[in-house]
């Protein structure tokens, strides 16, 4: 079933599920194309995970990144 994630997830989590897309595919709204994002390394993605931290307890996100 479909369910809301019960927390945020981790930056181990968030640079997995980058190296899952597939790379040939269009940049997102953000800009990002996958296989751009497939070499970031894990700090990139401890800093996001912390941004994604900042929004949650402000409970404000950015309309564009």
């Given at each position: 079933?479909?369910?809301?994630?019960?927390?945020?997830?981790?930056?181990?989590?968030?640079?997995?599920?980058?190296?899952?897309?597939?790379s040939?595919?269009?940049?997102?709204?953000?800009?990002?194309?996958p296989?751009?994002l497939?070499?970031?390394?894990?700090?990139?993605?401890?800093?996001?995970?912390?941004?994604?931290?900042?929004?949650a307890q402000l409970?404000?996100?950015?309309?564009?990144?």
């Amino acid at each position: 079933s479909d369910q809301c994630p019960s927390r945020l997830p981790t930056a181990e989590e968030l640079c997995k599920q980058a190296q899952k897309a597939e790379s040939r595919t269009a940049a997102g709204s953000d800009g990002w194309r996958p296989i751009e994002l497939k070499q970031l390394p894990l700090n990139a993605w401890e800093k996001r995970a912390a941004v994604l931290e900042t929004c949650a307890q402000l409970g404000k996100y950015p309309n564009a990144y």
